[in-house]
């Protein structure tokens, strides 16, 4: 297999598993996927356009849209819903959180009893009482869809926040702007 379709192979196996392809992703293979997709975005999108998908650029990721409306509306929507409530705990955890920042799993812990706003996101995210266990989830959600990457420093585990995370505030903005509009 050639190295363009090589390429080509590793874009369709992270996006069409609903992750993103990130500009400042740490990962060396993901960031050089971007960049190629980059430099070749008309090739790409004729390509997958022949598999009936859409390559979708945002502030600094690719992700594929489909052409077809979901088959399953109340899937789709819940998905949306699930972003829209982790950006609002993500934002209730630290107020300049952002592409580039980044925070330890323990930076999230110790927050919760300081902050009743970051409690009451967490109890409508859902209701398990085990905060631990939810922001568990949460990073491991961010995580596998890429808006994460978890890196070591000499403090221990830490997250760096991907330019994914600009689907998650273009995603909220869109729903506050429509809701604000009805």
Known sequence: MNSEANKKKQVYQLLSKGKFITEHSRDYQVK????????NEEEYRRYFAEEGLILDHGRGYYQFCFEEPSSNPSAALSLVKKYI????????????????????????????PKDEDLQRELQGYTRRENYRDVINDIIAKLREDGIIERFQDDDGERFFVTSAYNYLEDLYDETKVY????
Request: net charge negative; proline share 0%.
């Open 32 to 39: 050089s996927l971007y960049e190629n997709i980059k430099e």
């Open 85 to 112: 409530s982790i950006y609002n705990i993500l934002i209730a955890f630290r107020d300049d959180i952002g592409v580039g920042t980044d925070f330890t799993r323990k930076d999230f812990y110790d927050a919760v």
């Open 179 to 182: 809701n604000e509009e009805s």
